[in-house]
């Protein structure tokens, strides 16, 4: 017993050493910034927050308090923030892990740090009724709080980044969900206020989790082509450098390599191997400018200088200096072309700029006069909007999610009105954003406009610079059709809010049609009734089911009957076999050799992965929305049914579903045997010539023994492009597919597409 009383001792006494030490450390980089002084509320929320989580341990094994002390150390360091937000983060667990609540933080701490503790504290039931959301219902928390203070979100921000940081010890199922829900909302968020640096570690992070080795493998090859990569960079610069010295600048240059989630990202959109990636390295140059108020004329000196070394690309000239990013991005790109002929991006910025462009909005603070400042137009502008999604709540998780997505991508353009005034949109958005943007009502009764004097319908696209006359109709109403060509959060959800109004209508009548029509067969309106109809209808909600028996598009009669009395569903869907495309071919099995998908009991352990095996793969339903097959990473969704989806990770579908639905995520394996084979899409581009089909299915057919299915060619003046549909067991024999095919002479593009 005394042994392991000393041990405890030791222990406890490492500890708290670690934690002093993480804390002294804390304070050295407060003191060393520019922030007024004020250690003693830091201490004091220190001490509060260590004695309330005393005695708890994250799963890592290290002690609780050492999360909080990493994201107030997060919040200062990285972010540049003072006193209330490190206080802020050092108590922002308090609240939802301890017995204490936001009225003791507000009593003790004051009112400012309680409103933030409180924005960043989880909640409890919601408002998106029974298929709620946690995640999304959090998140509108934590959006509504931050459009009165920023601050929150800039903590939750750290606080997501330590999660990521210490992500290893979570299991696979958690993994995916907080990598996914990064990935789909933060990254976005860090990205929107200008915290570059936080984003891109966000991302590779989050891509790290998600996919291991594709992550491993992109690391490893940059590692690989540093060398070379550092030779290009000294030879580039060497002339450059000469130039600035000469004109007495004070400067640094650094080079820039692209994060391995962005190579990730541009290899899978644009279907290229990391080889074939040019732009990997950029070139930044950061400036002291002789005086701060002539930084953007010195920006364009640079710049002519180098034109007199290298020769620019005329259409790759990005003057973000005199028009700043949406986030407050700053800086001039250009693209060179170096003496080995490749085109290399130079980025010009002063000290100041980079400082926002790595610090974004927190950045910003720093320059203005006295303490945190709410004058920043671009970050106002961007809070009222996040406030409009959140006047009108969605009942739906995912349209919430997506609306606040919709605001986050959104680059801007200037449209007038007739009067002269400037309203800023997002790019790409029609006369009906434009209009809804204005007023409700000139929305909804909206027949068309007037664009620089010229009459155009409602899906007309505006153009910065456009002047704009909207066009209104009292007879006019708001059209299903809308809600596909608008682009705005405000418009869609609006337009969402009356349809939806509308729909209530029609669904009551839905609603009365089916419990007199059960009435009359002497049956009872039940949620059991209602589920069963749906599904021999394919419809998911009961509220469709209901609108679509109110448009009378679904007429109830005898198959229906026969349905509820349990009686087999004739010529309906094929179960299962529709979700799993290779299942489809060749014989048809017998009705009863038909395996039952797997629904999900209480007694299901979610956090072992579902391992498919060739006996197990009709257990699981296969959407065609990623067309998942062995070799691809994966994971599983428990459906509204208790069934299991399986996803690719990388599924758009997917990436929605973690972020909204992360409790229903589940890890998922293949353990397949090559016994059975999957359909796959190769494109292939090149020059036409004689035998050039006969070299495609030899090397296929032949050489590697795989099947092909299909295969469609077309030629036009000496080019030809062409598709194969391949039968494989699994994505690497399609790669190795790839890779002889690309041996063949004059064949230029090699791209799966599915």
């Not at 989880?122 to 959006?143: C, R, T, Y």
């Not at 999660?163 to 929107?192: C, V």
């Not at 339903?621 to 459906?639: A, M, S, V």
């Amino acid at each position: 017993m005394d042994e392991l009383e000393q041990k405890n001792k030791e222990r406890e006494a490492a500890d708290n050493k670690m934690i002093n030490d993480a804390f002294q450390h804390l304070l050295d980089t407060y003191l060393a910034s520019p922030h007024r002084k004020k250690v003693d509320i830091i201490t004091k929320a220190f001490n509060f927050a260590r004695q309330a989580h005393k005695g708890v341990r994250r799963l890592s094994g290290e002690p609780y308090i050492m999360h909080p002390i990493a994201v107030a150390q997060i919040a200062c360091e990285e972010m540049g923030l003072g006193s209330t937000s490190i206080c802020a983060a050092l108590l922002h667990d308090v609240v939802e892990d301890t017995d204490y609540t936001t009225e003791d933080i507000e009593n003790i701490f004051g009112e400012k740090i309680a409103k933030i503790v409180d924005g960043l504290t989880k909640i409890s039931g919601g408002i998106f009724g029974d298929h709620a959301s946690a995640q999304a219902e959090n998140f509108k928390k934590l959006l509504l709080t931050m459009s009165d203070d920023i601050r929150v979100i800039l903590i939750k921000i750290c606080d997501r980044l330590h999660n990521m940081r210490t992500l290893a010890s979570q299991p696979a199922n958690k993994q995916y969900k907080i990598a996914g829900e990064t990935l789909y909302i933060y990254a976005p968020i860090a990205n929107r206020l200008g915290l570059n640096k936080i984003k891109t570690e966000l991302e590779d992070l989050s891509f790290r989790y998600e996919h291991p080795e594709e992550y491993a493998s992109i690391v490893n090859k940059l590692s690989f082509t540093e060398e070379q990569r550092n030779r290009v960079f000294d030879d580039f610069t060497a002339p450059i450098r000469k130039a600035l010295d000469d004109m007495g600048i004070e400067y640094t240059i650094k080079a820039r390599v692209k994060s391995p989630y962005s190579i990730w990202s541009k290899m899978q959109n644009k279907h290229v191997t990391f080889d074939e990636i040019y732009d990997i390295l950029a070139v930044r140059i950061i400036f002291k400018p002789s005086d701060p108020k002539d930084e953007i004329n010195e920006c364009f000196r640079i710049y002519v200088a180098l034109n007199q070394i290298y020769k620019s690309h005329p259409d790759r000239l990005r003057d973000w200096v005199n028009h700043p990013k949406a986030n407050g991005y700053q800086a001039l790109h250009a693209t060179m072309m170096s003496r080995q002929g490749q085109w290399i991006e130079v980025q010009i910025r002063s000290q100041r700029m980079d400082e926002i462009a790595e610090q974004g909005f927190a950045a910003h603070w720093k320059y203005k006069e006295g303490e945190y400042s709410h004058d920043d137009d671009e970050l106002n502008n961007w809070l009222s909007t996040i406030k409009e999604i959140l006047d009108d709540p969605q009942p739906d998780a995912m349209d919430f999610l997506d609306s606040v997505k919709l605001n986050l991508f959104s680059s801007e353009i200037f449209v007038f009105t007739p009067k002269g005034e400037v309203k800023t949109l997002p790019a790409g958005c029609t006369v009906l954003d434009f209009a809804f943007q204005i007023h409700t009502f000139l929305g909804s009764h909206c027949i068309g406009a007037k664009v620089n004097h010229k009459l155009v319908p409602l899906s007309h696209k505006l153009q910065s610079g456009d002047q704009v006359e909207i066009l209104t109709s009292n007879s006019q109403h708001v059209q299903p059709s809308w809600i596909n060509f608008v682009s705005t959060a405000k418009a869609k959800s609006k337009i969402q809010a009356v349809l939806r109004r509308e729909s209530r209508e029609i669904q009551k009548k839905g609603e009365k049609t089916l419990d007199d029509w059960l009435a009359k067969n002497d049956m009872e309106l039940s949620t059991a009734v209602v589920d069963k109809l749906s599904d021999f209808h394919d419809i998911a909600k009961h509220e469709d089911f209901f609108e679509a028996l109110g448009e009378r598009t679904i007429i109830l009669g005898d198959k229906d009957l026969d349905v509820l009395h349990g009686k087999k569903k004739e010529n309906g869907s094929a179960g299962w076999r529709k979700f799993v495309p290779f299942l489809n071919k060749g014989k048809k099995k017998k009705e009863d050799d038909t395996p039952q998908l797997l629904v999900v009991g209480k007694d299901f352990n979610k956090k072992k992965p579902c391992i498919i095996t060739e006996e197990t793969i009709g257990m699981y339903i296969f959407p065609d929305c990623c067309h998942p097959i062995p070799g691809d990473d994966i994971l599983g969704f428990i459906d509204g049914k208790n069934r299991i989806e399986i996803h690719k990770r990388s599924c758009p579908v997917a990436s929605k579903l973690k972020t909204s639905f992360g409790p229903r995520i589940l890890d998922a394996k293949w353990d397949m045997h090559k016994q059975l084979f999957f359909d796959a899409t190769i494109e292939v581009n090149g020059i036409d010539r004689k035998g050039m089909l006969r070299d495609v299915s030899e090397v296929i057919s032949n050489k590697m023994n795989v099947n092909i299915h299909k295969v469609a060619f077309t030629a036009d003046e000496g080019i030809f492009k062409g598709t194969i549909e391949i039968r494989v067991h699994d994505r690497e024999e399609v790669k190795v597919v790839m890779g002889r095919l690309k041996k063949i002479p004059d064949l230029q593009e090699v791209k799966q597409i599915l």
